[in-house]
């Protein structure tokens, strides 16, 4: 496949490399050449059979509406823009292309929140709940879409909204974590990147996944599908 991924920073670099790793042809656009997705023009999108997004919640949305306006398959691993989904999904529609987003694209981040939701009942038993979630210092989102997911997941299963505490410190990857209290013990649950690889394999495979197909797809409704 031909890719075109936006966004030059930790995540967006190892996404490029494991996107050639599996042999697909890559361009890369940083932040400098994209104001306000003036980079993302008709030369640049010829021959593109998806766009990976790694950026910024302030440049997000823009991008993903002028791939959508091109027809071009998205990918967007970029948290913090979630109230533009309902118009988003009808500009894909619309346009009859595809679009994944997610707001954690790791397999094992998937699963774990399978795992918070099998725990959920415990808020039915005189448990009480709160979410922590570490990520680096210039994370530009707080709380993390993750946590955000997690809380939702949380509200729908177990009808109380928990707490998210947020922490912002040196490099850490990304750490959630969901604590269960009780007058009696505590139950841990806890998920700890050791590095973006797993975001980058996913965000890649996912576009992969979309070749072909039309609509607006979450990550962790079709990841097993992978």
């Known amino acids: 496949m ?5 966004g030059k920073g930790k995540t967006g670099s190892q996404v490029a490399e494991v996107a050639r790793h599996r042999r697909h042809h890559v361009r890369v656009l940083g932040s400098a050449d994209n104001v306000n997705a003036g980079g993302i023009t008709p030369a640049l999108l010829t021959g593109v059979d998806a766009v990976i997004d790694f950026t910024t919640p302030a440049a997000v ?13 998205l990918v967007i691993g970029t948290t913090g ?10 500009m894909v529609q ?26 959920a009942p415990a808020l039915d038993f005189e448990y009480s709940g709160q979410i922590f979630e570490r990520h680096h210092a210039q994370k530009k989102d707080a709380p993390s879409g993750t946590a955000i997911t997690l809380q939702g997941l949380l509200r ?20 959630h974590e969901v604590v269960f209290n009780s007058p009696h013990d505590r139950i841990y649950l806890c998920h700890d990147s ?6 980058a394999e996913g965000a890649v495979r996912g576009a992969e996944w ?5 609509g607006f797809f979450e990550f962790r409704e079709i990841w097993k599908q992978l």
């Open 2 to 6: 031909n890719l075109l991924i936006l």
């Open 61 to 73: 949305v823009a991008n993903a509406e002028a791939c959508i306006r091109a027809g071009k398959n």
């Open 81 to 90: 823009w979630y109230d533009h989904v309902p118009r988003l999904r009808e």
């Open 94 to 119: 619309a346009a009859k292309t595809a679009l994944l987003y997610g707001s954690n694209f790791s397999i094992g981040m998937n699963l774990f929140f399978e795992i918070v939701q099998t725990a």
């Open 156 to 175: 729908a299963m177990g009808g109380q909204e928990l707490e998210i505490v947020s922490f912002r410190e040196g490099d850490v990857v990304g750490m």
């Open 194 to 199: 050791k590095s973006r690889r797993g975001f």
């Open 210 to 214: 979309l070749a072909g197909k039309q």
